[in-house]
């Protein structure tokens, strides 16, 4: 069970979601608490444990972006380069035979 004061005065008690086997903390540790100050029994204690999720899923999220971008770049590049759709438009031909 996790105890704190909230900047109100409110003492809130609460069991954090995140267990482990052993204890990540002691009794009578003190650890910084996040909630929310409008309903402060929604309340974590702040660990990396709290942040990875959301970490994993931005990190590969960013790396998906990346990927996209780079497949979009050469996807471009090769019709630029074989005159695909777009090739014989920008380099203004001179063969119109070949529309």
């Known amino acids: 069970m996790v105890e704190f004061t909230t900047s109100t005065g409110q003492v809130v008690r609460f069991q954090d979601p995140t267990n482990s086997n052993p204890p990540a903390y002691r009794r009578g540790q003190e650890v ?43 996807w471009v590049l090769i019709l630029l380069k074989l005159d695909g759709i777009l090739g014989c438009w920008v380099c203004c031909c001179d063969d119109p035979g070949r529309l």
Do not use: H, K, Q, R
């Not at 994993?56 to 780079?70: E, K, T």
């Open 32 to 74: 910084t608490v996040l909630y929310d100050p409008e309903n402060p029994e929604f309340a974590v204690i702040d660990s990396p444990f709290t942040w990875l999720p959301s970490t994993v899923f931005i990190g590969f999220g960013g790396l998906f972006v990346v990927l996209g971008i780079f497949a979009l770049l050469n």
